[in-house]
């Protein structure tokens, strides 16, 4: 009867208004590439010291499981994570939408993410106490195996392409080792410059990897971005309940699997994401589906980064331990109010915590028509508004997002650089989503090997402290599993497919013709000179303490030997014929190089001048310049004074709500 009562204190209209407000508020900012859960929280906390308790945690609760949930849109849309959780919703989200299914794969996010936000906020509910056991169980040697786990999805992202895949793992470990070490202090790879000593902020990198190439490929075709679907509204809703219950078994399984590391200090959506993405595309019945747009990869990543929500508030609550930023911001804010967080917290302030956790159930329930209703207008206007207008708006928003992380411009340096990188790499067949594995993973995996190690020689045991612990081993076997299932697969299909009873001449025209593969000089030179930059890096480790350099040096082999196993393998393939190869793909209109290159010299252009002469007259500059490189059609001038307004209007609303609402520091304009 006690708990009827708190979910009546949940439902008074104070309450139902601020689970509404809240989710609105973070499903848009988590949409908007930079504008973080964290950011969105940190904002709407000072509002909140005059609230009751329970009123003020609901309000946080809603904004922080909206903003978590408002990254699937980007990355469905624009191939960019809105947020760092919906990282692995890229890999099916976006081609689902380039194939016309952009509004079906936006109504199974939105149903994924309402299940899995209500299976983190049940277990909060039924089960903190205990659960919040398993976070302590988990020390350094946990947490290096949970990152070797979630790099082993590389595996099975680049399938028929494995050793670019783990180069381009390497590569993202080399890069999140730039800056200060995690354990020692050690200055590494900053060129002396103060803008690496911080490292490469991971959302920035997220940006320029995944959207940078996408701008550059956007305005070099007059092709459209997306597909229109023939659906209902684009978001065919009976279709995605029918899609997400044949899927009901990775949906469950996603969500426990977020609610578990949720509820990890420091692990949080991305990995979730990750880990449950793995393990759908692996107990699978159609795996190779994956990453071409196959919804089971979207239930898996939606599910389970927002199952991290309620697991993350389980050792926030009992033991006072945030499991991410959000959570602590959350954390300094009961404190505030005066709350006692502990083991006694749900027997002590029993009607602030209940009534709390059953409005973030109402939160996470109001997702379903919040989302559906964003979703079903912002598909239309993706595939509706003209490239012209979509590719400086993409623009203009990776840009002020970049910036926005830190409220400094260095940030969007490196996002532009890094995705030029990307770009070049994605032409030689190195995909950006293992480079975003490793430098997402890597100080964690960094952090977990090297204290552990530091414990097992002050225990004259370091191979117990890395394989003697049962956690350890259950992930090692996760592990190995999902590493070679892959070529394990490869080689028992064909030989179910050899049993089936065929005649002779049909079973030989049912087995199918296995491709030559010719030599790829152009891979062979990347790798060629990234083994100048692993040797570059292990003779940088030289002043380095044992702490900073044993990482770096373990990765920076690996990449070397990687890239040598590279080229070995092309050079036994036979070379390339005279006349060069066919090219089977279909081809709707040539690529513009030079729009290509302006585009990139554009963005550069904008970031420096951001700098130099301030943020409306840079940007209102830098979107026009874009469009009118965008532009593959003759128009009038009243269309482009039609652009123009929509250019004032665009840099006009993102202005006042960074400065006003969110209150970023911008630099000042000159002209004002």
């Not at 020390?139 to 670019?164: D, H, M, Q």
């Not at 490196?414 to 770009?423: D, E, H, N």
């Amino acid at each position: 009867m006690e708990l009827l009562g708190y979910l009546i204190d949940s439902l008074t209209p104070f309450n139902l208004l601020l689970a509404l407000g809240g989710v609105i508020l973070g499903t848009v900012v988590g949409a908007l590439p930079g504008l973080s859960a964290t950011m969105a929280v940190a904002v709407l906390v000072p509002f909140t010291f005059t609230m009751n308790p329970a009123s003020a945690l609901i309000a946080l609760g809603a904004i922080y499981t909206g903003a978590i949930y408002g990254g699937a849109f980007a990355a469905i849309l624009v191939n960019t994570p809105g947020t760092p959780s919906a990282i692995a919703t890229t890999f099916d989200g976006y081609p689902m939408a380039k194939r016309g299914d952009g509004g079906l794969a936006i109504s199974i996010a939105t149903i994924a993410s309402v299940a899995g936000g209500i299976v983190g906020a049940l277990s909060l509910l039924l089960l903190a106490p205990p659960l919040a056991q398993v976070a302590l169980k988990f020390g350094p040697p946990e947490y290096f195996w949970l990152a070797v786990f979630g790099l082993t999805l590389i595996s099975v992202l680049s399938v028929g392409n494995t050793i670019k895949g783990l180069i381009g793992a390497s590569i993202g470990l080399l890069m999140s080792m730039i800056g200060v070490a995690v354990v020692g202090g050690d200055v590494r790879y900053t060129l002396d410059t103060q803008i690496l000593l911080g490292g490469i902020d991971i959302t920035s990198g997220l940006i320029g990897l995944f959207c940078i190439p996408v701008i550059i490929d956007l305005v070099a075709t007059r092709d459209p971005h997306l597909k229109v679907s023939d659906g209902d509204g684009g978001i065919r809703l009976g279709e995605a309940f029918r899609t997400t219950l044949r899927e009901k078994f990775n949906l469950i399984r996603s969500s426990v699997i977020g609610t578990v590391i949720g509820i990890l200090p420091g692990a949080g959506g991305s990995i979730a994401g990750l880990v449950a993405y793995t393990e759908a595309r692996r107990s699978s019945k159609q795996s190779s589906e994956y990453g071409t747009g196959h919804p089971g990869g979207i239930i898996a990543t939606e599910s389970a980064n927002n199952a991290t929500v309620g697991g993350g508030f389980i050792p926030t609550l009992v033991l006072g331990i945030p499991g991410t930023p959000p959570d602590a911001i959350i954390l300094g804010a009961l404190l505030v109010q005066g709350i006692k967080i502990g083991p006694t917290l749900f027997n002590d302030q029993a009607g602030t915590v209940y009534t709390f956790i059953f409005g973030l159930l109402i939160a996470t329930l109001l997702m379903l028509p919040v989302g559906l209703l964003i979703g079903r207008y912002a598909y239309r206007s993706i595939i509706s508004i003209p490239k012209a207008l979509l590719t400086p708006t993409i623009a203009f928003l990776v840009i002020i997002g970049s910036f926005a992380i830190h409220s400094d411009i260095s940030d969007t340096y490196m996002m532009i650089v890094l995705g030029v990188i990307a770009w070049v790499l994605e032409r030689f067949g190195f995909a950006a989503s293992p480079i975003v594995l490793g430098l997402i993973l890597g100080k964690i995996a960094e952090q977990g090997f090297v204290q552990s190690y530091l414990i097992g020689s002050a225990s004259e045991n370091v191979f117990g402290m890395f394989f003697g612990r049962p956690i350890s081993i259950a992930l090692i076997v996760a592990a190995a599993l999902t590493l070679f299932y892959p070529l394990i697969a490869d080689h028992i299909m064909p030989k179910k497919a050899m049993e089936i009873d065929l005649p002779r001449s049909a079973e030989e025209d049912a087995r199918p013709v296995k491709p030559l593969k010719y030599r790829d000089y152009p891979g062979m030179t990347i790798a060629g000179l990234l083994i100048v930059i692993g040797v570059l890096a292990i003779m940088g480790t030289a002043d380095m303490s044992p702490l900073g350099s044993v990482f770096p040096t373990t990765i920076s082999a690996a990449m070397i030997a990687f890239c040598l196993v590279l080229i070995a393998v092309n050079l036994l393939r036979p070379a390339a014929p005279a006349d060069g190869l066919p090219d089977d793909r279909p081809v709707a209109s040539k690529p513009s190089t030079w729009r290509r290159v302006a585009v990139t010299l554009a963005l550069a252009a904008w970031a420096v001048a951001i700098d130099q002469i301030g943020f409306i007259v840079a940007s209102l500059v830098g979107f026009v310049v874009v469009t009118f490189i965008s532009n593959h059609d003759r128009i009038g001038v009243l269309r482009w004074l039609a652009y123009l307004i929509v250019a004032c209007g665009i840099v006009a609303g993102f202005y006042l709500l960074m400065s006003e609402v969110l209150l970023i520091r911008l630099p000042k304009d000159v002209l004002f």
